[in-house]
């Protein structure tokens, strides 16, 4: 009898504790979804309320003219889909010959991967920029999907899980007659959901959120992306306390989205390479 | 053409792709990095080589030491209220219960949702003059002239920024303790608990000292991550008021792009690299020392 009184009260404890953890991460935003439909003069209101009595769900249209909401949008999606895209391929691609390859070089190679992982992009951002201008490419896409494609991040996470799949796979498979790309197109890719699962959420994430590179490289509105984007607009019409949370909500949509459909794949993705972000 | 020959070219083949990308634009300006901290440079007339006159400026360089101490504040404050917040968020959704997945989707949701976004309600919510956590502070009885100021106020901008960076990275280090906590093996707990230990004792005995690798990941991950801040200080202070956050990449940003002092820039950025350099190194040395089962 003692010992299940004390379980009841630990379960309460528990779920007592779980309740104020997800308040805490939550209500942030609650609240904006919130004032995204409340005028300007109502979001302030003491005590919260929560449900205003005449939604403004006008906010939601209004974000589309007063800023080139969808351009912004169309341009992010465009640069996150082919940065995504792009490193998925080559990093995979190229893991492989650091994971099961035997050839001349390879551990200088990696070594100068590995180098870099160390050094923060800020440390090498002004000459980045400085040579991205000696191509012409500041102001262009171009420049921010050659930063952000080829991450030695990428090539280093795909190696790691790669290693974990046994080399006797790929011999019995050469045995049998698959060339090399073969056995990478054939076996690897598909025993690598959860490693490409990650390194989609951390690429999209990064890439779509992204805000010092853009700011850097694209000055002309119709180049922006959706974070500087918002950001010009925030600074614009400080004021517009509803119609700045219309467009956040807007902004987190597409970043819920992919995060809620790879989800399951995350955390073993995470325990199977044990890396950064 | 021999075997092994064909073996390499077969290699060359699978990396050339990536490694063409990353040898133009990441490892040439990393070596750029390397020398341009030698150079006088304004980007649009020649470059002058001056030696380490760029380093010699650092000390004289009043900006520069409040950017560094700055920065040293924020990785003091954030690593290690990150750092038990993600342990103890990873400890109680490791329990067996109802909705777990929901939970950790939660507590996960903030990492991976726009920066800008989130800043912007931050900044409404800790808004000193109206915003709900003064209203809320000033219900509860503090008087209005002791209410926080938060970002506008210059003892407690870097509180607002670490409190944010707190909430919103979190969920991130949570993962990695989960990942870590299913390592441990079940029979341990079943073991001490035969042995009548309590939840406290357990965790003191089995969780916290197998947990150590993964702590000593988190902390390192942690640390350079935070040298690396700016984004949340361009959001919520803008590197103020006055220079109460500014921070080493907020100033490198304003010698490169404001002043065009690229060669000085690049000698701050050294410094940058140099601290987080460090840290790798105590990684790789410390591992052993630290991990202690």
Same mark, same amino acid.
Request: aromatic letters at 16%; glycine letters at 6%; one cysteine or more.
């Given at each position: 009898?003692?010992?299940?009184?004390?379980?009841?009260?630990?379960?309460?404890?528990?779920?007592?504790?779980?309740?104020?953890?997800?308040?805490?991460?939550?209500?942030?935003?609650?609240?904006?979804?919130?004032?995204?439909?409340?005028?300007?003069?109502? !979001?302030?209101?003491?005590?919260?309320?929560?449900? @205003?009595?005449?939604?403004?769900?006008?906010?939601?249209?209004?974000?589309?003219?007063?800023?080139?909401?969808?351009?912004?949008?169309?341009?992010? *999606?465009?640069?996150?889909?082919?940065?995504?895209?792009?490193?998925?391929?080559?990093?995979?691609?190229?893991?492989? *010959?650091?994971?099961?390859?035997?050839?001349?070089?390879? =551990?200088?190679?990696?070594?100068?991967?590995?180098?870099?992982?160390? !050094?923060?992009?800020?440390?090498?951002?002004?000459?980045?920029?400085?040579?991205?201008?000696?191509?012409?490419?500041? =102001?262009?896409?171009?420049?921010?999907?050659?930063?952000? *494609?080829?991450?030695?991040?990428?090539?280093?996470?795909?190696?790691?899980?790669?290693?974990?799949?046994?080399? %006797?796979?790929?011999?019995?498979?050469?045995?049998?007659?698959?060339?090399?790309?073969?056995?990478?197109?054939?076996?690897?890719?598909?025993?690598?959901?959860?490693?490409?699962?990650?390194?989609?959420?951390?690429?999209? !994430?990064?890439?779509?959120?992204?805000?010092?590179?853009?700011?850097?490289?694209?000055?002309?509105?119709?180049?922006?992306?959706?974070?500087?984007?918002?950001?010009?607009?925030?600074?614009?019409?400080?004021? %517009?306390?509803?119609?700045?949370?219309?467009?956040?909500?807007?902004?987190?949509? @597409?970043?819920?989205?992919?995060?809620?459909?790879?989800?399951?794949?995350? !955390? %073993?993705?995470? *325990?199977?390479?044990?890396?950064?972000? | 053409?021999?075997?092994?020959?064909?073996?390499?070219?077969?290699?060359?083949?699978?990396?050339?792709?990536?490694?063409?990308?990353?040898?133009?634009?990441?490892?040439?300006?990393?070596?750029?990095?390397?020398?341009?901290?030698?150079?006088?440079?304004?980007?649009?007339?020649?470059?002058?080589?001056?030696?380490?006159?760029? /380093?010699?400026?650092?000390?004289?360089?009043?900006?520069?030491?409040?950017?560094?101490?700055?920065?040293?504040?924020?990785?003091?404050?954030?690593?290690?209220?990150?750092?038990?917040?993600?342990?103890?968020?990873?400890? #109680?959704?490791?329990?067996?219960?109802?909705?777990?997945?929901?939970?950790?989707?939660?507590? /996960?949701?903030?990492?991976? $949702?726009?920066?800008?976004?989130?800043?912007?309600?931050?900044?409404?919510?800790?808004?000193?003059?109206?915003?709900?956590?003064?209203?809320?502070?000033?219900?509860?009885?503090?008087?209005?002239?002791?209410?926080?100021?938060?970002?506008?106020?210059?003892?407690?901008?870097?509180?607002? #920024?670490?409190?944010?960076?707190?909430?919103?990275?979190?969920?991130?280090?949570?993962?990695?303790?989960? $990942?870590?906590?299913?390592?441990?093996?079940?029979?341990?707990?079943?073991?001490?608990?035969?042995?009548?230990?309590?939840?406290?004792?357990?965790?003191?005995?089995?969780?916290?000292?197998?947990?150590?690798?993964?702590?000593?990941?988190?902390?390192?991950?942690?640390?350079?991550?935070? /040298?690396?801040?700016?984004?949340?200080?361009?959001?919520?202070?803008?590197?103020?008021?006055?220079?109460?956050?500014?921070?080493?990449?907020?100033?490198?940003?304003?010698?490169?792009?404001?002043?065009?002092?690229?060669?000085?820039?690049? $000698?701050?950025?050294?410094?940058?690299?140099?601290?987080?350099?460090?840290?790798?190194?105590?990684?790789?040395?410390?591992?052993?020392? /630290?991990?202690?089962?």
């Amino acid at each position: 009898m003692g010992s299940q009184k004390r379980n009841t009260i630990k379960q309460i404890l528990l779920y007592s504790v779980l309740i104020i953890i997800a308040l805490i991460m939550l209500l942030p935003f609650a609240w904006m979804l919130s004032a995204s439909i409340k005028f300007n003069k109502d !979001v302030f209101t003491f005590p919260i309320q929560w449900i @205003p009595d005449q939604p403004q769900w006008s906010n939601y249209i209004k974000i589309w003219t007063k800023i080139p909401l969808f351009t912004f949008i169309k341009n992010t *999606a465009k640069l996150t889909i082919i940065v995504t895209i792009l490193q998925l391929l080559t990093s995979s691609f190229a893991a492989y *010959a650091f994971a099961k390859l035997d050839f001349k070089g390879k =551990n200088a190679l990696f070594l100068g991967y590995i180098g870099t992982i160390a !050094v923060p992009w800020q440390a090498y951002m002004v000459p980045q920029f400085m040579m991205m201008r000696s191509f012409n490419l500041n =102001n262009t896409h171009l420049a921010i999907i050659c930063l952000q *494609a080829f991450s030695a991040f990428g090539v280093f996470l795909m190696r790691q899980f790669y290693q974990s799949i046994p080399d %006797e796979l790929c011999e019995a498979a050469r045995i049998d007659g698959m060339n090399e790309y073969q056995i990478y197109g054939k076996l690897m890719l598909p025993l690598s959901k959860p490693a490409l699962s990650t390194l989609t959420i951390f690429t999209f !994430v990064g890439t779509w959120n992204d805000f010092l590179g853009p700011m850097l490289y694209l000055t002309r509105d119709e180049l922006k992306t959706i974070q500087i984007g918002l950001r010009m607009f925030i600074t614009q019409y400080s004021a %517009e306390y509803g119609l700045i949370m219309a467009a956040s909500v807007v902004i987190l949509i @597409p970043v819920l989205i992919v995060f809620l459909s790879l989800q399951k794949y995350f !955390v %073993e993705g995470i *325990a199977s390479t044990g890396i950064k972000g | 053409m021999s075997r092994q020959m064909k073996k390499n070219l077969v290699a060359y083949s699978f990396i050339l792709p990536n490694f063409l990308g990353f040898a133009v634009f990441t490892l040439g300006p990393v070596i750029f990095a390397l020398i341009l901290g030698f150079l006088e440079w304004d980007g649009n007339n020649p470059m002058v080589f001056v030696g380490l006159s760029n /380093f010699k400026e650092l000390f004289a360089d009043s900006r520069f030491k409040i950017a560094l101490w700055n920065t040293i504040t924020y990785v003091i404050g954030t690593v290690p209220l990150t750092l038990v917040s993600a342990l103890a968020l990873a400890v #109680v959704l490791n329990q067996k219960v109802k909705g777990r997945n929901f939970f950790r989707t939660v507590s /996960f949701f903030p990492y991976v $949702a726009s920066l800008v976004a989130v800043a912007a309600v931050w900044n409404m919510i800790f808004n000193p003059a109206n915003g709900p956590i003064n209203m809320l502070l000033y219900k509860l009885g503090v008087s209005a002239d002791h209410l926080p100021g938060w970002a506008a106020d210059k003892h407690w901008a870097m509180i607002t #920024v670490i409190l944010f960076s707190v909430w919103k990275n979190m969920g991130y280090y949570m993962v990695i303790y989960l $990942a870590g906590l299913q390592g441990i093996s079940g029979e341990l707990y079943e073991a001490a608990g035969l042995d009548g230990a309590n939840a406290w004792q357990k965790f003191k005995n089995i969780t916290w000292p197998m947990l150590s690798p993964t702590t000593f990941f988190v902390i390192i991950m942690l640390t350079i991550n935070s /040298f690396k801040v700016y984004d949340q200080m361009y959001m919520i202070t803008q590197g103020g008021p006055g220079t109460s956050t500014l921070v080493l990449v907020y100033h490198i940003y304003n010698v490169a792009f404001k002043n065009w002092d690229l060669g000085y820039a690049s $000698a701050i950025s050294m410094v940058l690299f140099l601290l987080v350099l460090i840290v790798t190194i105590v990684q790789f040395k410390g591992e052993k020392k /630290f991990v202690n089962y």
